[in-house]
């Protein structure tokens, strides 16, 4: 069952070690 428009949930730990994996100053498009 579809619950948004395409947005992603993810648990907090989840973005945490995702954030972490990231480099600062890498860009983020949000369309």
Not at 1 to 22: A, H, P, Y
Request: hydrophobic share 40%; aromatic share 6%.
């Amino acid at each position: 069952k579809n619950i948004s428009n395409g947005c992603i949930r993810m648990f907090n730990k989840d973005v945490i070690e995702v954030s972490n994996l990231i480099p600062i100053g890498t860009v983020v498009r949000i369309y």
